[in-house]
Nanobody, 126 residues
Framework: VQLQASGGGLVQAGGSLRLSCAAS????????MGWFRQAPGSEREFVAA????????QYADSVKGRFTISRNNAKNTVALQMNSLKSEDTAIYYC????????????????????WGQGTKVTVSS
């Protein structure tokens, strides 16, 4: 599975951005998809994830109510709509995929993801 993330940029606090991740590969629709982020000097942290069919989602507490993850299996894409952005959301955002046997499984730890995109930078100015 290959992943290509896009949509990052510079935005003012309170603004919105929409990240997109395009997946390719024969089993890409068998994967749960997740977004992680890494700020300078910090470890990579979980942001949001979605199950294979899009019915199950998980969010980090820091983004609940502000971010929404979604997927379009027909297009093999996953999106992260980010609203009410804060300066602490500044980071490089990575999409990742995880092979899961069941549709309701939504991994939240990086170790459970086998494939990673290259990252897209999000900068929120205060």
């Amino acid at each position: 599975v290959q992943l290509q993330a896009s949509g990052g940029g510079l935005v003012q606090a309170g603004g919105s951005l929409r990240l997109s991740c395009a997946a390719s590969g024969p089993t890409s629709n068998m994967q749960a998809m997740g977004w992680f982020r890494q700020a300078p000097g910090s470890e990579r942290e979980f942001v949001a994830a979605i199950g294979r069919r899009g019915f199950n989602t998980q969010y980090a507490d820091s983004v609940k109510g502000r971010f929404t993850i979604s997927r379009n299996n027909a297009k093999n894409t996953v999106a992260l709509q980010m609203n009410s952005l804060k300066s602490e959301d500044t980071a490089i955002y990575y999409c990742a995929s995880s092979y899961v046997r069941r549709m309701d499984i939504v991994p939240v730890t990086p170790d459970n993801y086998q494939y990673w995109g290259q990252g897209t930078k999000v900068t929120v100015s205060s």
